[in-house]
Each structure stands twice: as structure tokens, then as C-alpha cells.
């Protein structure tokens, strides 16, 4: 396998960091282009009586594409050593938002971390790296959260 496009789904966490150090030491050794990917899930929204969302939602959201390049910045800035990254910021579920952005951008591998929580949490909620790995249509590195 020769990827030449990595795409990296990270969020603010730890096995979110463990998924880009992994991801970009791929790119480095196929010499492949990466992109990361930031998932805003969306918050309930507050609808005004004239059916407009509260501007509070807009303000929130701003705030959080902000927040977004940011992190997306600095996770480039320490793991990226030059190699070559596209950021992605979009909002939508975590499944849905990394499948979409993966075929949109044409990712022949997408990297992910995953949180590594099992009993009744997993059950309820289910994991959004297995809900990525069922879903999308090219291979998927599922990058453990372990010491």
C-alpha cells in the first residue's frame, strides 16, 4: 500500500494526539500530503419565535471554528515537520463530518484515534472510530490510547 493522501481526524485530546503523531509519521514515510480534520458537533439549537437560530448559537460556533484552526495549527506546528497539511473544519457528527470530508477530499486513508472506553458508555454510545472503520470506503488506522 502507497497512501499519498492521510487524512488525520483529531479533536482536543489525548489519543486525538497519539492519532497524529501516527498519522504524520505515515505521511513522512510515503511521502503522502495530510489533512486534519476537526469535527464541531453541533449544539442543540436555540430557535428564535420568527424561526431565525439565536445569534447566541452563531457567536458559539464562531468561536469554535476559531478554536478549531487553532488546535488544527498547532497540531501541525509539532507533528507536521513540513510535511504537507490541508485543515478541515466542519460541522456535523463525528461519523458522518470524517466519512464526508475523507471522500470529499479524496483521502485514501484516514487515521483516528479512539478513546478506548468500554461496559456501559461503549454500549450507549457506541465508538465513532468503529462507526468510521463500518462506514468508510477506504482503510481506516484506528490509533489505540495506551501507554
Not at 497519539?18 to 476537526?38: C, D, I, P, R, S
Not at 464562531?62 to 497539511?85: F, R, W
Not at 484516514?110 to 456501559?120: Q, S
Request: glycine letters at 6%; aromatic letters at 8%; proline letters at 5%.
Amino acid at each position: 500500500m502507497n497512501f499519498k493522501k492521510i487524512l488525520i481526524a483529531v479533536d482536543n485530546s489525548t489519543c486525538s494526539e497519539k492519532a497524529a503523531q501516527t498519522g504524520y509519521e505515515m505521511a513522512t514515510k510515503f511521502g503522502a500530503e495530510v489533512a486534519l480534520l476537526n469535527i464541531i458537533e453541533p449544539a442543540p439549537a436555540t430557535v428564535n419565535p420568527d424561526f431565525t437560530l439565536a445569534p447566541v448559537f452563531m457567536e458559539m460556533y464562531d468561536n469554535s471554528e476559531e478554536n478549531s484552526h487553532t488546535l488544527l495549527k498547532e497540531i501541525s506546528y509539532k507533528h507536521g515537520n513540513g510535511v504537507p497539511t490541508t485543515y478541515l473544519t466542519s460541522l456535523d457528527t463525528a461519523t458522518h463530518g470524517i466519512i464526508q470530508q475523507a471522500e470529499e477530499w479524496g483521502a485514501e486513508l484516514i487515521v483516528i484515534g479512539t478513546h478506548g472506553r468500554t461496559g456501559l458508555y461503549h454500549f450507549l454510545m457506541g465508538s465513532v472510530a468503529e462507526h468510521v472503520a463500518r462506514k468508510s470506503a477506504c482503510p481506516v488506522l484506528i490509533v489505540p490510547n495506551k501507554d
